[in-house]
């Protein structure tokens, strides 16, 4: 099976290594980080093709890693002529079997021994005068020149590539942005339509039809239908059969579309389209080793089809190694988090397996949604109770104009040690994360020492309150306030600050709600303004 | 008993045959068949579809350069030159410049498009495997349960090496051919050059321990007068014996004069060979003895070389410049073999 990939210079990677699992491998990451990326450069590996056509087609500036084409542009701007453009280099290894050794050889960037398959986009050297002629041309540089490149496919054994010979079939399904069978006939067929006289169109329509009778009436379309019935009985209870499309709106340009139960695929809704798709792909006869790779399988599934979706996900792995993307906490933890890779923003994927024991233990005991969002968002604070969360809010409004929500940072509220669990996934993914801590009586080195492992770095910072402002938050606000001001956002009258403590004390998530929510200006202690700046 | 077998089998003696009907006995081998020339290539891959219709999945067909190049070179480049994804293709007419040593391998083994010269592609495929620690061939294991090797005898220079190292490896080796017929060569290196040819029944000698050897004299082909001028080209080797068609009143052996010329033809209708496009054919069409190999004719006619007719008179074979070549051109006929004088 794929053992590993490297990539570079592709779309959102600049550079980017990731070792697979057998069976299912989860990609989890915020948007844009490269979750899609990752299942597309799998399926460009296999099969030279991108988005469905051959990968030359679509070859384009765009697919050009965003960061090594500022390198480029700011280098050639510098006057650096001899700037290379920067190339696109896929690898994808596999397992070292005797099934994959004609795949085999060191033509890989490591000259490792195994067997994988190599795509390279580079630049052609036969166009060196034009691309002279390009860089000095009037302007300045602001693309890659794909024009000038030429695309490679080969095997590590250094042999160009047929793509039948190569022995892992993908499959690839991306359910969150569903094409229509032979989509781009869609829309043109509707405008030519549009052109048509009202006879005309009974008349194409009437010939049509008699010709889908004549097709589903031949005995060896009735035949094959009859199989495809029988075969996909596992996957839908509904009757699959191959027919002419005769909807309204249907091509007549003779396009072939999947029927459920008469309708064709793109008459029944979203989930079911994905669902159908997917399960399609899982019962492939295995007669090459399968890879699936699936999109975001939650889109247009309703909870409860989510549920069977991910269930035959599940079993179908045996034998076939499936790439899943994914946003669902609920897929996340049905499907385990051992199977999880995430994504972060150095796009240094992390696994949590990498993980001490102890602390998996932990997260897979935890909803899978806390985990998550430690890898979501761009910034973690880490509170230590619900009235905490809800003072950091205002405290980060006060301070950015702006609730943390609405900046992608996420206040989570943790308890007692377990935030030092979120520290080890957040530090391997480069995540930017402050722990907001009660000193509780004790010293602050006392406080940072329970966290000695976790090394105080740019990105991960310890807040811990001042010992001689109070053990905890609510005597902390107190002493920066005062009575007078807390009584009146609390809209009470206490006399002593002891009293008013007091009263925090045992309404402490209704008092930082009204923190929250008041209109007057509130002073935060220090060390709630460093964690939030 | 070891895994290997080396064939050495006469003109005739269905040598190619007993390659196809082994390779193709158990689908289970992931098996190799690979020759020298293109020619010889196509006409195996011919008689399998002829038996089979298509060449089954279990079984390659590649020509002993592309198999160097595909399988042992591509792979394994790096070990050698140092770059990955560097070689391209073939370059068999040219050479590397006269003083470029093997301590430069890019000049060396390659020209300036990245081809590697036809000299040093047996050369690089053992330099590979040494440099790569044997990857080579345990790649070769990997890929291939059996390799079956037909007209050995062209295989000469560094050839020889890797042919030892595969006889040495796991892959099961079975090497078929004539070093009477041999008429081509792979390369011109002047590596192990005492076992070209006749001498190459010396080099498998020395392998009797992991190669077993089954001399073939019969010949189903010819019968038992051209037997018998073949056998006596080649003295040292076991006479042919003839199993085919016994003589018939106008076969056997005929020397005919120009005078005789257009009678003879129109009478017996023979192929035409000739040593070479040089050769003054009285205007007949005629095939180079060299393309011949590997077929079959009724009946033929030689116009000879000089040496040709000195043996035809004093049967002293030790002085033929080229015996391999007279013994491919007797050896083509059923029946007749005509000289002209």
Known sequence: MLAKIHIENFRAFREFDLDFRDGLNIIVGANDIGKTTLLEAINLALTLRFRGRPFAYELSPHLINQDAKNAYVAALAAGEQAAPPPEILIELFLDDRDEFADLKGENNHLKENAPGLRVRSAFNLNYSAEYRKFIEGDGPVTLVPTEYFDTEWITFGGNSIVRRSVPVNASLIDASALRLHAGADYYLQKTIDEQLEASDRVELSRVYRSLREAFSEDPAIAAINEKLGETQKEVTNKNLSLSIDVSQGASWESSLVPHLDDLPLQFIGGGGQSMLKILLALYKSLDKTHVVLIEEPENHQSPASLNVLVEKIRERCDGRQVFLSTHSSFVINKLGLDNLALLGDNAKPFRLTNLDPSTLAYFKKLPGYDTLRVVLAKRVILVEGPSDELVIQRAYRD?????????????????????????????????????VLDNDGKTVAEVEERYAPYEQTEEISLHVSDPDQGPTLEPQLLNANGLGALNEIFEKDYKTKEALESYMRDNKTTCALQILEAKKKIAMPSYIEAAVA | MPKNLAIIAAAGSRKTETVIERA???????????????????????????????????????????????????????????????????NFKGKHGMYVQKSDPEKYFLDSNRDIYRNGVSDFACLANENSGGSVVGRLEQ?????????????????????????????????????????????????????????????????????DCEIRSTSDRCNSRICELASSIFPEFEPLESIGEPVHGQDGIHLISVAELPAYVKAYRPTILRWNRNANTQGLEAINIGVSKGSTYERVLIFPTKPMRNFLTDGNASKLSAPEKLYVAVTRARHSVGFVL
């Open chain 2, 24 to 90: 193709l006995e158990d689908p289970g081998k992931r098996t190799l068949i690979t020759t020298y020339t293109q020619e010889n290539l196509a006409q195996i891959a011919r008689r399998i579809e002829a038996r089979v219709r298509v060449i089954p999945s279990h079984l390659t067909v590649m020509t002993w350069f592309s198999f160097l190049i595909n399988h042992a070179i591509r792979p394994y480049q790096c070990s050698v030159l140092g770059e990955i994804d560097f070689i391209r293709g073939l």
């Open chain 1, 399 to 435: 301070a950015h104009g702006k609730l943390p929500i609405e900046e992608g940072v996420d206040v989570i509220s943790v308890r007692g040690l377990s935030a030092a669990r979120f520290l080890e996934i957040a530090k391997p993914l480069g995540k930017r994360v402050q722990v």
């Open chain 2, 143 to 211: 890929l291939f349960d059996q390799i079956f090797i037909d007209e050995v005898q062209d295989l000469v220079g560094f050839d020889l090496d890797l042919l030892d190292l595969l006889l040495k490896s796991r892959i099961a080796i079975t090497i078929v051919g004539d070093p009477r017929q041999h008429t081509l060569s792979t390369n011109t290196s002047s590596k192990n050059k005492k076992y070209q040819g006749k001498g190459f029944l010396d080099w498998l000698k020395k392998r009797s321990d992991i190669c």
